[in-house]
C-alpha cells in the first residue's frame, strides 16, 4: 500500500507498536530474578526496536527511490517526445534529457542508499539470532539443578561466544 503520506510518516505506528507489544509480553514473563534473561530481553527488545526503525527508513528509501526514478524516466521520455515532433528544437531537447539524466543518477544515489538501508538490517537481524540464542543458553543454563554442572556449562558457553566472536573479527 503506497500513498505519499506514509511515505513521510514518522514511523508506521501499527507495526510497530505490535512488535512492542509482544517483546513486551515476552519480557514480562522473564522473571527479573532470571538475570541472564532478563538482560537478554532487554537488548533484544533495544536490537528489535532499532531494527523496525531501520525497515521503516528502508521502505521509505526504497519508494522515494523509486518515484524518483519514474519521475527522471519521465523527464527523458517527454525530451524524446519533443524531439520527435519538433527536431528543431535540439538544444532545448538536449537540456530536458540531460536533466532526466541527472534525475536518473540522484535516483541511482537513493538506489545505493536503500542497499546500504537493507545491508544494515541483515545486521540487525543477524544481531537478533545471536541474542536469541544467547538468551536461550543462557536461560537453560539457569535451570540446571547441579550448580557445579551451571558453572561449568557457564565458562562453556562464555569461551564459545568468545571465541565465534574472534573468528567473526577476523
Known amino acids: 500500500n503506497f500513498s505519499l503520506p506514509r511515505l513521510f510518516a514518522f514511523q508506521d505506528s501499527n507495526a510497530t507498536s505490535a512488535v512492542h507489544k509482544k517483546v513486551h509480553t515476552h519480557l514480562q514473563k522473564i522473571s527479573k530474578d532470571n538475570f541472564f534473561g532478563y538482560l537478554a530481553g532487554m537488548n533484544l527488545e533495544k536490537l528489535n526496536s532499532y531494527y523496525l526503525q531501520v525497515r ?4 521509505k528509501s526504497f519508494y522515494l527511490s523509486f518515484l524518483i526514478s519514474v519521475l527522471g524516466f ?3 521520455l517527454i525530451a524524446v ?3 520527435f515532433f519538433n527536431p528543431t528544437n535540439v538544444l532545448i531537447t538536449a537540456i530536458i534529457a540531460s536533466s532526466g539524466i541527472i534525475i536518473e543518477f540522484i535516483s541511482s544515489i537513493f538506489f545505493y ?3 546500504q538501508t537493507v545491508r544494515q538490517m541483515k545486521s540487525y537481524h543477524d544481531g537478533l539470532l545471536t541474542m536469541q540464542k544467547v538468551l536461550l543458553a543462557f536461560t537453560t543454563i539457569e535451570e ?3 550448580e557445579k554442572l551451571k558453572t561449568q556449562t557457564m565458562s562453556d558457553v562464555i569461551l564459545s561466544l ?3 566472536n574472534e573468528i567473526k573479527q577476523q
Open 74 to 76: 519521465g523527464v527523458i
Open 81 to 83: 517526445i519533443i524531439s
Open 162 to 164: 568468545i571465541k565465534s
Open 144 to 146: 540446571l539443578p547441579d
Open 113 to 115: 542508499h536503500y542497499s
Open 56 to 59: 521503516i527508513h528502508a521502505d
